[in-house]
């Protein structure tokens, strides 16, 4: 499984981004895709993520802020970020794990929040 993210950029302070991430492979099932986040001199971190029939998990920091969504079909989970503030300033990674809890990693995508 290969994880391709899209979107990131800069935005400024109270501004809105999203960031976009497609699974491909063969006869890919996905039980939770996501998003995780690592800030420079920080450990990776959660940010949100989506299990297939729906349960979120959000970090404490963004909730009612972010909004992720998934398409199972599709393959694919979009993070939509609103309210931006500096320290969601990162990288973003898409994060997914199969049945077999195995865990695949995008390459990462920038997301700056600045003035």
């Known amino acids: 499984v290969q994880l391709q993210a899209s979107g990131g950029g800069l935005v400024q302070p109270g501004g809105s981004l999203s960031v976009s991430c497609a699974a491909s492979g063969s006869r890919i099932s996905l039980l939770v895709m996501g998003w995780y986040r690592q800030a420079p001199g920080k450990q990776r971190e959660l940010v949100a993520t989506l299990t297939h029939d729906g349960i979120t998990n959000y970090a404490d920091s963004v909730k009612g802020r972010f909004t992720i969504s998934r398409d199972n079909a599709e393959n694919t989970v979009n993070l939509q970020m609103t309210s931006l503030k500096h320290e969601d300033t990162a990288v973003y990674y898409c994060?997914?794990?199969?049945?077999?809890?195995?865990?695949?990693w995008g390459k990462g995508t920038q997301v700056t929040v600045s003035s």
């Open positions: 994060y997914a794990r199969g049945w077999r809890l195995e865990d695949y």
